[in-house]
C-alpha cells in the first residue's frame, strides 16, 4: 500500500499515512483539525531480489578479479589448443 504525505494548512504539520489507492484522502490534520492538503514527494525506493546490486554497480575489486579470469581461462584454452595442434602434428607422418 502507499504511504501519501500531507501538510496541514493552519499548522504546516506534515504527517504521512498509509493508504489504499481507493481510500478516500484524508481533510483534516490530526492536531489542530485544520484543511489538510496532499503533498506530492519523490517516492522511497526498494529493491528485493538476490543478486542485483552484484551485477547492476561496478566494483573495482570484482572487475579485476573478472579480468584475471578471462586471463587465465585464455591462457588455458590457448595451451589446449597448442596441444591439440601439436598432437595433430606429431600424429602425421
Not at 501519501?4 to 489507492?21: D, G, L, W
Not at 483539525?33 to 570484482?62: C, I, M
Request: charged residues 30%; contains cysteine.
Amino acid at each position: 500500500m502507499p504511504i501519501y504525505e500531507y501538510e496541514c494548512e493552519v499548522c504546516n504539520h506534515r504527517f504521512e499515512v498509509i493508504q489504499k489507492i481507493s481510500d478516500r484522502p484524508i481533510k483534516k490534520c490530526v492536531l489542530c483539525q485544520g484543511k489538510v492538503s496532499k503533498v506530492f514527494s519523490a517516492p522511497g525506493l526498494l529493491f528485493k531480489g538476490s543478486g542485483w546490486y552484484v551485477t547492476d554497480y561496478a566494483n573495482p575489486e570484482r572487475k579485476k578479479a573478472a579480468e584475471a579470469d578471462k586471463k587465465a581461462a585464455s591462457a588455458e584454452s590457448g595451451g589446449v589448443k597448442a596441444e591439440s595442434k601439436e598432437s595433430k602434428k606429431s600424429g602425421t607422418p
